[in-house]
């Protein structure tokens, strides 16, 4: 439904009614702004997020247990609800109820094994939660993992699957096409338009196996550093402030931190010199 809302533009030479008939929505869900959640969810949500930061196994019974103890009495029902609200999973082997549906759109993983020798030869993107002191978003990046340089980021207020393919675009644009591209198996990245656009451009892609966290063990050492080298120091009042947050600190990350998995050298000076 939101995808189709999204058709429908002012200035057009339609009336808003005549484009919503057309499309059968109503104006009232167009114009419907959600409440958002409340600041003791907020609260909760932050504190959720810095348990799984540390232990990504938790599955809802034990981050509710987690939450007892920071004094926060939570039932299992809003537990649930938040995790799945910051697109968050534990970590551990499941049996595979996968859809068959959703099946066809899963590729194995490529990167087992694989020596990584050059910048542009595989890029990991995930997304995550970021709190705020009022709300959240969700920021979606992409890793070159020979190098570690952030390619490309963006910060987005849902988790439609639109917004990762349009990072990956603004990326290509700017610094060219990777031979391989990995992802987690989110619903974002096992949809048609991200797997059509990505064998239409011809990039291999790998995925992680279903509840593997080493497999896209980069992405997720860079989440660890956003979050505490900057969120949870300086948390931004809002997405504007988070966006220039973010800004500065991947320029920081890219051009002047050195990693220690790439011999304590600079990320953008190992990407740009081959790249």
């Given at each position: 439904?939101?995808?189709?809302?999204?058709?429908?533009?002012?200035?057009?030479?339609?009336?808003?009614?005549?484009?919503?008939?057309?499309?059968?929505?109503?104006?009232?869900?167009?114009?419907?702004?959600?409440?958002?959640?409340?600041?003791?969810?907020?609260?909760?949500?932050?504190?959720?997020?810095?348990?799984?930061?540390?232990?990504?196994?938790?599955?809802?019974?034990?981050?509710?247990?987690?939450?007892?103890?920071?004094?926060?009495?939570?039932?299992?029902?809003?537990?649930?609800?938040?995790?799945?609200?910051?697109?968050?999973?534990?970590?551990?082997?499941?049996?595979?109820?996968?859809?068959?549906?959703?099946?066809?759109?899963?590729?194995?993983?490529?990167?087992?094994?694989?020596?990584?020798?050059?910048?542009?030869?595989?890029?990991?993107?995930?997304?995550?939660?970021?709190?705020?002191?009022?709300?959240?978003?969700?920021?979606?990046?992409?890793?070159?993992?020979?190098?570690?340089?952030?390619?490309?980021?963006?910060?987005?207020?849902?988790?439609?699957?639109e917004n990762s393919l349009t990072v990956l675009k603004t990326v290509i644009k700017k610094h060219g096409k990777p031979e391989i591209i990995n992802s987690d198996q989110g619903s974002q990245f096992i949809c048609p338009i991200w797997i059509d656009f990505l064998q239409d451009a011809g990039i291999r892609i790998s995925m992680d196996g279903k509840n593997r966290a080493i497999d896209n063990i980069f992405i997720e050492r860079l989440w660890r550093t956003v979050k505490r080298d900057y969120v949870y120091l300086r948390p931004p009042e809002n997405g504007s402030q988070l966006y220039t947050g973010l800004k500065n600190f991947f320029y920081y990350y890219n051009h002047e931190k050195t990693h220690q998995g790439i011999q304590r050298q600079i990320p953008a000076q190992l990407y740009k010199k081959i790249a």
């Open positions: 439904m939101k995808e189709i809302e999204g058709y429908v533009k002012e200035n057009e030479h339609l009336s808003i009614r005549a484009q919503c008939d057309l499309l059968g929505i109503t104006r009232s869900n167009l114009y419907y702004k959600g409440k958002g959640e409340s600041e003791e969810n907020l609260k909760i949500m932050r504190l959720i997020d810095e348990e799984y930061l540390r232990y990504p196994t938790h599955g809802v019974l034990q981050i509710q247990d987690f939450l007892f103890a920071s004094g926060c009495v939570e039932n299992v029902k809003r537990v649930r609800r938040l995790l799945r609200k910051m697109n968050i999973m534990a970590i551990y082997p499941k049996r595979n109820l996968s859809k068959f549906g959703a099946a066809q759109y899963i590729h194995p993983y490529l990167l087992r094994g694989l020596k990584i020798l050059r910048p542009n030869q595989v890029w990991a993107i995930d997304i995550t939660y970021i709190p705020m002191e009022k709300g959240f978003m969700y920021l979606t990046a992409i890793i070159d993992i020979y190098s570690r340089y952030v390619v490309g980021w963006g910060v987005f207020n849902n988790l439609n699957a």
